[in-house]
């Protein structure tokens, strides 16, 4: 597997992943986990014309997606791994795709979320799960995009989630 990276976004294919982070990592394939929009033609189609056209899009149920990269349907390709919400990333994981890092861009405010950053707001529940995927050894960072420094999203957690 060549997973270049692997990011928490609401917005999941949109201004940040396609023209900052897609040519920073060099990615050549975006994988969006989402099993509504796999199988929404119309959803399918807006995250098509949102990725840029020299990289191809996989959209995605996340066992289908777990399928592809443990059996390398994808080659030498770099692949950028996009979903809504962190559960997406703990099930790939649990279902044997090794991730180094995940980059939680943009969880937006709802009424039972902590802010953790501007872009990033969690849910206790979320908060569970961030702390799960981390068990496995996955490095977990919010960072909005390229431009700005990274931050360590368990230590965000374990400072304002008291």
């Known amino acids: 597997m060549n997973i270049v990276g692997a990011r928490v976004d609401e917005r999941l294919v949109h201004g940040q992943v396609a023209n900052l982070w897609t040519p920073k990592l060099q990615v050549e ?77 943009n969880m937006s405010k709802k009424e039972d979320t902590t802010e953790l950053t501007k872009q990033v707001n969690i849910s206790s529940e979320d908060a569970e799960i961030f702390k799960q995927i981390a068990t496995k050894g996955v490095n977990l960072i919010a960072q909005v995009n390229p431009s700005v420094d990274a931050r360590d999203l368990m230590k965000l957690i374990d400072e304002k989630m008291k």
């Open 29 to 105: 394939r975006i994988i969006v986990l989402d099993e509504v929009a796999a199988k929404d033609e119309i959803q399918k189609s807006g995250l098509r014309m949102a990725t840029p056209m020299t990289t191809r899009l996989s959209v995605l149920p996340t066992r289908v997606a777990a399928d592809h990269l443990n059996n390398n349907r994808y080659g030498n390709q770099r692949i950028f791994i996009v979903a809504k919400k962190p559960q997406k990333f703990l099930d790939l994981l649990n279902l044997g795709v090794s991730l180094e890092m995940i980059n939680v861009g």
